[in-house]
């Protein structure tokens, strides 16, 4: 089959306002629990399963990457009770879904500092890596201990324990030692619930990244808000500081 010109260069077009790499804040988990009378628990098992339909729908679309906020440097000052709970349920819920990440041919990994999880977190995480390396429709990349400060941070402590002392550090030195230096930066990041800020996601990251910002609460958020976020991305011109 032959195509004419202008065939071409639509699908061209087309091709350049699909989002390759998306990255995600999943907000409101706690406002919604509190909104239906239920525990702050319950608001994340509701998130976690709205993650799972969008991960489903996202690899539908040809995203290749989503990267997910899950945890941040600045959870830690929550209370015990609803950390070790939040681990608990990350933990069953990478027990229980694997299988369908397998089968979806999703391939997890993660950036942050995951030092300060607790073993059997560390352990799941590491059997779940493992089993779905291979895995190329969709990269979905969990943020865990993550805080785009300590990632730029971390990064530049390992440049100066390698560097000579009169080598200058430059931006490609940076980007090559962040937790996400085998990525490309996201082309557009999706925050629920109305708040209009980065909350320290992956400042480096997001320089020339389209940014959408919605009021739905992420346990609500569905398949045609998600569509409404592609839709918004392929209106914008994107001119990368050109």
């Known amino acids: 089959m032959s195509y004419s010109t202008s065939d071409e260069a639509s699908k061209i077009e087309q091709v350049r306002k699909s989002p390759f790499h998306i990255a995600l804040i999943m907000d409101g988990n706690r406002r919604w629990a509190q909104k239906e009378g239920l525990p702050i628990i319950q608001g994340y098992h509701a998130g976690a399963q709205t993650l799972q339909s969008i991960v489903e729908i ?97 990064a530049v402590n390992k440049i100066v324990s390698r560097k000579s002392s009169t080598e200058k550090i430059t931006e490609q030195m940076i980007t090559d030692n962040l937790d996400t230096n085998c990525h490309p930066d996201p082309d557009l990041l999706i925050r629920t619930s109305g708040e209009m800020r980065l909350s320290n996601f992956m400042l480096w990251q997001l320089s020339y990244t389209e940014i959408y910002f919605t009021t739905v609460l992420w346990p609500e958020f569905t398949e045609v808000d998600f569509e409404k976020a592609l839709t918004f991305y392929a209106s914008r011109m994107r001119r990368l500081g050109r």
Not at 92 to 97: M, S, V
Not at 134 to 144: E, F, I, P, Y
């Open 58 to 154: 996202a690899a539908k679309k040809g995203v290749k990457i989503l990267t997910v906020f899950a945890f941040s440097t600045e959870n830690w000052q929550r209370p015990r009770k609803e950390i070790r709970a939040l681990f608990h349920m990350l933990t069953r819920f990478l027990l229980k879904k694997q299988g369908l990440l397998v089968n979806n041919h999703v391939c997890l990994e993660t950036i942050g500092d995951s030092s300060e999880f607790p073993f059997y977190l560390h352990r799941i995480l590491d059997k779940v890596k493992v089993r779905t390396q291979g895995n190329q429709r969709l990269k979905l990349v969990l943020a865990l201990n993550y805080g785009g400060r300590d990632e730029i941070v971390r």
